[in-house]
């Protein structure tokens, strides 16, 4: 990928908004910290960096991020404090606001003087380890919370567990501390924390499964899908991570191994959906589907079916069911993870009717669909959020870093 020279880009609408807004005592703003935008690398340090130039250093500009965030040094270099998610799944998006606006609201009452250091680690470990509430990350938060809330001189501390496919130069593990005026306490709980990850940096993912050993195992479940579904999570085409939503690799296995299995398997390729729902319902139609957004991980696949369902809904643009044998594919105009059943009956698809149901979301599904799942597969394949690490193309990370190189210290 290109990047263009981010200085040739401007903010200037946006910062004068901030200017014109009078005297300004401080700044709150919540960015995710991992924003992409063709064309641009750091998109969030770009706007950080044009209101800094234009308001100057005295006064106090908070920042929060997503826990995934990657930090960059210009994001570093122009915030005066950073405040992250202390929850994944994320959870306390209101607490962060709360607290990064208690900070600087304390700011620029003196109350407080904060000084923030922090870390990029050679890190980089994505997937199922990385839960708040459980082993090996609920030790570690759980020590945060405490430092925080036992240290008044402990503004925040933040652990970012950045997703591990964004191929970026900066890419890696992040520590961070804010602290009351004390910039020798942030420095050394920076460190603790980026040891505390490091510590642990070797403890396996959940294990998943192929595509083809996924359908075996939902062909295997026959007795418990006469009392729901099983659910394929398509964690390498995680939606909510950033992913298309147009992985053809499940029902690829799908059409070659178990055509027969009622499936919901949803797939976004706006110009397939287009194409189909302009037939009329009852009509065949053979497509081309796939392989359009993403072509690096995903291969474009030929279906032939019958058109049966067409909707136009905002969620999802155009979308037109196309059923081959007992493949339901959903083809859309636009993404979504189908976190919640209803997200699949708004289609008119009722999951008791499904042996196969495929979502693209990694954690509230789990809970969710509880009521007619019977069998979670964790589905493994090529694309754009694979947790495997070695099995993402990636050209512009720092190196060495772990685990694709053997090293023995987070620190750069
Ligand atoms: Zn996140």
């Given at each position: 990928?290109?990047?263009?020279?981010?200085?040739?880009?401007?903010?200037?609408?946006?910062?004068?908004?901030?200017?014109?807004?009078?005297?300004?005592?401080?700044?709150?703003?919540?960015?995710?910290?991992?924003?992409?935008?063709?064309?641009?690398?750091?998109?969030?340090?770009?706007?950080?960096?044009?209101?800094?130039?234009?308001?100057?250093?005295?006064?106090?500009?908070?920042?929060?991020?997503?826990?995934?965030?990657?930090?960059?040094?210009?994001?570093?270099?122009?915030?005066?404090?950073?405040?992250?998610?202390?929850?994944?799944?994320?959870?306390?998006?209101?607490?962060?606001?709360?607290?990064?606006?208690?900070?600087?609201?304390?700011?620029?009452?003196?109350?407080?003087?904060?000084?923030?250091?922090?870390?990029?680690?050679?890190?980089?470990?994505?997937?199922?380890?990385?839960?708040?509430?459980?082993?090996?990350?609920?030790?570690?938060?759980?020590?945060?919370?405490?430092?925080?809330?036992?240290?008044?001189?402990?503004?925040?501390?933040?652990?970012?567990?950045?997703?591990?496919?964004?191929?970026?130069?900066?890419?890696?593990?992040?520590?961070?501390?804010?602290?009351?005026?004390?910039?020798?306490?942030?420095?050394?709980?920076?460190?603790?924390?980026?040891?505390?990850?490091?510590?642990?940096?070797?403890?396996?993912?959940?294990?998943?499964?192929?595509?083809?050993?996924?359908?075996?195992?939902?062909?295997?479940?026959?007795?418990?899908?006469?009392?729901?579904?099983?659910?394929?999570?398509?964690?390498?085409?995680?939606?909510?991570?950033?992913?298309?939503?147009?992985?053809?690799?499940?029902?690829?296995?799908?059409?070659?191994?178990?055509?027969?299995?009622?499936?919901?398997?949803?797939?976004?390729?706006?110009?397939?959906?287009?194409?189909?729902?302009?037939?009329?319902?009852?009509?065949?139609?053979?497509?081309?589907?796939?392989?359009?957004?993403?072509?690096?991980?995903n291969r474009p696949l030929k279906y032939s079916g019958t058109?049966?369902?067409?909707?136009?809904?905002?969620?999802?643009?155009?979308?037109?069911?196309?059923?081959?044998?007992?493949?339901?594919?959903?083809?859309?105009?636009?993404?979504?993870?189908?976190?919640?059943?209803?997200?699949?009956?708004?289609?008119?698809?009722?999951?008791?009717?499904?042996?196969?149901?495929?979502?693209?979301?990694?954690?509230?599904?789990?809970?969710?669909?509880?009521?007619?799942?019977?069998?979670?597969?964790?589905?493994?394949?090529?694309?754009?959020?694979?947790?495997?690490?070695?099995?993402?193309?990636?050209?512009?990370?720092?190196?060495?870093?772990?685990?694709?190189?053997?090293?023995?210290?987070?620190?750069?």
């Open positions: 990928m290109q990047y263009d020279d981010p200085s040739s880009w401007r903010y200037d609408h946006e910062v004068d908004g901030i200017v014109k807004a009078g005297k300004i005592d401080g700044i709150y703003i919540s960015m995710h910290g991992t924003m992409g935008v063709e064309g641009m690398r750091d998109t969030e340090g770009d706007l950080l960096e044009a209101i800094r130039s234009r308001i100057g250093n005295d006064i106090p500009i908070g920042i929060s991020h997503d826990l995934h965030a990657n930090l960059t040094k210009k994001r570093m270099r122009h915030a005066t404090f950073l405040v992250g998610y202390k929850t994944n799944p994320h959870r306390d998006h209101f607490e962060t606001g709360y607290h990064s606006g208690k900070i600087l609201v304390n700011t620029v009452l003196g109350k407080v003087n904060p000084v923030m250091e922090w870390n990029k680690m050679r890190l980089l470990k994505g997937g199922g380890m990385n839960v708040d509430f459980l082993s090996p990350m609920r030790k570690i938060f759980g020590w945060m919370e405490d430092m925080e809330d036992d240290d008044q001189e402990v503004l925040c501390l933040s652990n970012f567990m950045v997703h591990i496919f964004i191929d970026d130069p900066e890419l890696g593990w992040s520590t961070v501390a804010v602290t009351d005026g004390n910039r020798e306490k942030a420095r050394k709980l920076a460190d603790e924390l980026a040891d505390k990850n490091w510590a642990v940096r070797d403890v396996k993912h959940p294990e998943g499964s192929t595509a083809e050993e996924a359908v075996a195992i939902a062909k295997d479940k026959s007795f418990l899908r006469n009392f729901g579904t099983v659910v394929f999570c398509d964690a390498s085409d995680a939606v909510g991570a950033g992913s298309p939503g147009g992985n053809t690799w499940i029902l690829k296995a799908l059409l070659e191994k178990g055509p027969e299995l009622v499936s919901y398997v949803p797939l976004r390729d706006g110009v397939a959906a287009r194409k189909a729902y302009k037939k009329d319902i009852g009509e065949d139609i053979t497509l081309t589907v796939g392989g359009r957004l993403d072509p690096v991980y058109v049966i369902k067409k909707l136009d809904i905002k969620r999802l643009g155009k979308v037109a069911i196309v059923k081959h044998k007992g493949i339901h594919l959903v083809l859309t105009e636009l993404a979504d993870s189908y976190p919640k059943p209803s997200d699949f009956t708004e289609l008119g698809l009722g999951l008791w009717k499904a042996d196969v149901t495929v979502v693209k979301n990694l954690f509230p599904f789990r809970y969710n669909y509880i009521v007619y799942n019977r069998k979670t597969v964790n589905v493994i394949t090529p694309g754009t959020s694979n947790v495997d690490v070695f099995e993402l193309k990636l050209d512009s990370i720092p190196r060495p870093i772990y685990p694709l190189d053997k090293i023995d210290s987070w620190r750069l």
